[in-house]
């Protein structure tokens, strides 16, 4: 469980160091780093596998008959990425202890980079595509509370919207591409998926789930046309920017294209789509850069070309491409981080990051300017920095893939053309920034930060260097590991010496760099032929355009469907399940009645069922007097719960009458605050509608249901009835089924219903109505509020109600009874002691508030499920056996009765937390039974 526990560890590092926020901004940064630390020394022996040429897999049983496993995978890319996100996270938490005032929180700035981290760990270590994908869409909603992070700011929340509409839209086109890949292959699991690229590749799907998955790619990498999103994710903290942008969020969608690499290349669609898109914001990204004046503007978009520049290599398809690809990723991840930082620190010291102001640094600031500037030859692309070699590779496989798609000069020209701007904008940071003259209007001077700030962009730097000058000493094992689980097999020969001899890779590099200085020395022309074109040529202007339409068509439909009429809303969603339904039946060519015999229809069944007829008609006609029609439904109910008696469904007839007794309590509790009579509001013609669409609806789903009844239908009932005992402990079919088979519904079951309580209480808390001093006779209200008679007996009734809630609890696993229904038997009683006794004597006895019951009963849920884990079995599988005690003999114990605790715990205090606080909203706050209560 190594790799599930070092994911999880961000999570709840994220949880702690939120709980330590007033603590100081010391104590959050060491536990920042802690946290990251533990995540990385749980996984440093499983990388040190990885080396060894082991892929570890693990695996957690979870729905194991929907082929639904919590499983990882730790291989040579994930080495990778590992070291990425927990080193350079490192590193950003020290770096962002010195950058954030003490105005911000940093408490919940490290909060959301745990968050992020480890829904990154997840997307890069997990096995099952669709478990991916829950981590990649985890990334988009903490990258959004990160760019977010300066709330008070509107840049800050348009960015963030804006990054979370673009990923989570590719977000959706993923989920799609991943189904139909699962559906090719037979499976989600990645072994299984990388094994099958020749059936992919020739399945007629391919090429859908090859667009659908490269949208979810191209708009995480910001990979053209969805690039607009990054740069305006710059309102976020520089630390945040710096942790995005150079190893993990945008490198996410490189990620993907790396890890499908063997399944979806290798044919036209791939080369073309990822190679062009690649090539084009390789480009786009390289020439918008040069012309931007805000420095994390300019890194923004440098950060574009790059992600373009590794998709372009991974679009080229070949081994060496890929590996080209990979260690670009490595390099990248290097040099950013430390130019972000840089970047981080000017803005720091001098209050602004515009470059046509902080001009002349380098007088002020050497030792950061001097790192800057090495961070900015490796994005460059300049000899001796990281970044020269995985650009020279770039180059070599441009030129080689320009012969073999028969484009000729025009790939390795557009390359070479991106590489030129690239050098410019590097040249124009370095240059602007710390020479070119004095600082204009600095609302600070500039000065060196404080040691300890620098440190994370000195060890960058430094790895910049090392590299650039030893790469086959400091990071080819890293490389080959990684390239390797790229390629699932052997690495090609490469080598990552500095000197190559004359070559056309050379020559390349060196037009770049030339052509780049040139660039830059005549670069006023250009900036004017920019601005007269930026304005018409922002990919936000039409993202902005088509989400002011998509919020009016929105509008638009809001308004003529939300009226305000609750009758209109019923109406409709009456008609269009009617016509929905209507479809379905009379596309079906069989008959309406099946071949199943029916029942012989005796004398009690036939009194029921008319007396349920005459109820439901009655509560119709009188819908009116609001009373007689809840007494008419209750007697509905009623006749319900013998039904289910009759056909031997004991369980639900109790269930059925306990949730009747509970809803007739609250309805009268409503109704108290109501006229007795509801007031004739539909003309005769609208009455005629309503009754109309009533029948039309009520004789669909009657003939719907026999068609159903009149058929045989084995399902699952024989499964569950054989399985029972022997797999769940219980004789109990019913509670089985709810505590063991469908125990994770029951669950997210309870999981409802406890936000619904909650819900509730906050609506209610603070709403106060003054009781109704008289009937709707006039009459006044009688002064005894509390009779002594129902409180005597409410409170000797209180304890044998207890005893059976307890004695149907008890029996639930093998008997009817259960957790809910016991639940329902004890708020029933307990609210029977409010309606008898008063809300003051009942709290004096009673805690005031239920919300630890609630709390307690899903903690012992949760904590019931994953004890199974502990043992190595699927979630909420439960155990049992038999004991034998002195005396009490033999009995059975299961571990589903906790589960069912935790059931009894949240049905009782959800149901008394809605109740009584229904039943308090008419209390006056100077004087709590000044108004009787009295339904």
Request: charged share 10%.
């Amino acid at each position: 469980m190594q790799l599930f526990l070092a994911i999880l560890t961000p999570f709840f590092g994220a949880a702690l160091v939120a709980g330590l926020a007033r603590h100081g901004r010391t104590v959050s940064a060491w536990t920042a780093a802690g946290v990251t630390a533990a995540a990385l020394l749980q996984l440093l022996p499983l990388m040190a596998a990885s080396f060894a040429g082991t892929t570890t897999i693990e695996r957690l049983p979870w729905i194991s008959s929907a082929g639904l496993d919590l499983v990882f995978r730790m291989d040579g890319l994930g080495v990778l990425f590992v070291l990425l996100i927990l080193g350079i996270g490192l590193l950003v938490i020290l770096y962002a202890h010195y950058y954030l005032s003490a105005r911000d929180s940093l408490s919940r700035l490290y909060a959301y980079l745990l968050l992020f981290m480890g829904s990154m760990l997840g997307v890069v270590l997990s096995e099952n595509l669709i478990q991916l994908l829950i981590f990649w869409e985890l990334t988009s909603l903490s990258s959004f509370l990160l760019i977010a992070y300066w709330r008070g700011r509107e840049d800050a929340r348009s960015g963030a919207r804006m990054a979370l509409a673009i990923t989570g839209a590719g977000g959706l086109a993923l989920l799609a591409g991943f189904i139909l890949l699962g559906h090719m292959v037979g499976s989600f699991e990645l072994t299984q998926v990388l094994a099958s690229g020749d059936l992919v590749r020739a399945h007629p799907l391919y090429l859908p789930a090859l667009l659908l998955i490269l949208l979810g790619a191209f708009t995480k990498s910001a990979q053209f046309p969805f690039h607009f999103w990054l740069p305006n994710a710059m309102a976020a903290p520089t630390p945040v920017s710096a942790y995005l942008h150079s190893a993990t969020m945008v490198k996410a969608g490189v990620f993907l294209l790396a890890r499908l690499f063997p399944v979806l290349s290798g044919t036209d669609a791939w080369t073309w789509l990822v190679g062009g898109i690649g090539l084009t914001t390789f480009l786009l990204g390289a020439v918008l850069a040069l012309f931007k004046h805000d420095l994390k503007g300019l890194l923004a978009y440098s950060t574009i070309s790059h992600l373009g520049l590794i998709t372009a290599l991974f679009g080229i398809g070949t081994p060496m491409a890929a590996l080209a690809g990979v260690f670009h990723i490595i390099n990248h991840a290097i040099f950013k981080a430390g130019l972000f930082m840089a970047a981080g620190i000017i803005d720091h010291e001098c209050g602004t990051r515009d470059m046509r102001r902080i001009n002349g640094l380098w007088h002020a600031m050497p030792h950061t300017a001097t790192l800057a500037m090495v961070a900015s030859a490796a994005m460059a692309g300049v000899p001796l920095a990281n970044g020269f070699l995985s650009k020279e590779m770039f180059f070599a496989e441009a030129a080689s893939a320009g012969s073999e798609y028969r484009l000729g000069w025009l790939l390795p020209a557009v390359a070479t053309l991106a590489g030129i701007f690239a050098v410019a904008y590097s040249l124009r940071f370095i240059h602007d920034v710390f020479f070119n003259g004095e600082p204009v209007n600095l609302p600070k001077t500039p000065h060196e930060p404080v040691r300890w700030m620098k440190v994370p962009v000195e060890i960058l730097v430094v790895l910049v260097l090392l590299v650039g000058i030893f790469p086959a000493q400091t990071v080819e094992p890293l490389l080959a590991v990684a390239a390797g689980a790229v390629l699932q097999g052997p690495v090609p020969e490469h080598s990552l010496a500095i000197w190559h001899g004359f070559n056309p890779a050379l020559w390349m590099s060196v037009i770049a760099l030339v052509g780049g200085a040139v660039l830059y020395r005549f670069r006023r022309p250009l900036f004017q032929l920019h601005d007269r074109l930026d304005k018409r040529l922002q990919g936000r202007l039409i993202f902005d355009a088509l989400m002011q339409g998509l919020f009016g068509t929105a509008e638009r439909l809001t308004r003529w469907l939300d009226t305000a009429s609750l009758q209109r809303q019923l109406a409709l969603f009456v008609v269009s399940t009617l016509v929905l339904g209507a479809t379905g039946l009379l596309l079906v060519e069989a008959p309406l009645t099946g071949t199943r015999a029916l029942l012989a229809v005796d004398g009690v069944s036939l009194m029921a069922g008319l007396v349920l007829t005459l109820a439901t008609l009655a509560a119709t006609a009188l819908h009116r007097q609001r009373l007689t029609a809840l007494v008419l439904t209750g007697a509905v109910g009623l006749i319900v719960a013998l039904v289910f008696v009759k056909f031997s469904a004991p369980d639900l007839a109790l269930t059925q009458l306990s949730v009747e007794v509970v809803t007739v309590i609250l309805l009268l509790l409503a109704l108290y605050f109501l006229p007795a009579t509801t007031p004739r509001e539909s003309s005769a013609a609208r009455r005629w509608r309503d009754a109309g669409i009533a029948l039309l609806a009520g004789g669909g789903a009657a003939a719907l249901a026999w068609a159903v009844l009149t058929r045989s239908n084995d399902g699952l009932a024989g499964f569950f009835l054989e399985n029972s005992v022997p797999g769940g402990g219980g004789g109990n079919v019913v509670n089985v089924i709810l505590v063991d088979f469908r125990g994770f519904d029951t669950f997210g079951e309870i999981t409802v219903l406890a936000i619904a309580a909650v819900g509730i209480f906050a609506l209610l808390g603070n709403l106060r109505l003054p009781g109704p001093t008289q009937d709707a006779s006039g009459r006044a209200w009688d002064s005894d509020t509390h009779p002594m008679i129902l409180a005597t007996f409410a409170r000797l009734l209180l304890p044998l109600a207890l005893l059976v809630s307890v004695f149907i609890f008890l029996r639930g696993h093998n008997l009817p009874g259960g957790g809910f229904i016991a639940g329902l038997i004890t708020a029933v009683a307990l609210i029977v002691q409010y309606l008898a006794n008063g809300v003051s004597w009942t709290h004096a006895r009673l805690p005031a508030h239920t919300h630890p019951w609630i709390a307690a009963g899903l903690i012992i849920a949760l904590l019931t499920g994953l004890a199974s884990w502990l043992f190595g079995r699927p979630f909420l599988t439960s155990a049992f056996g038999h004991f034998d005690w002195p005396l009490v003999g033999e009995f059975e114990l299961a571990s589903a009765m906790a589960f069912d605790l935790g059931v009894y715990l949240v049905v009782v205090g959800a149901t008394l937390l809605i109740l009584i606080n229904l039943g308090l909203v008419h209390r006056a706050s100077a004087n709590p039974e000044a108004t009787p209560w009295k339904p």
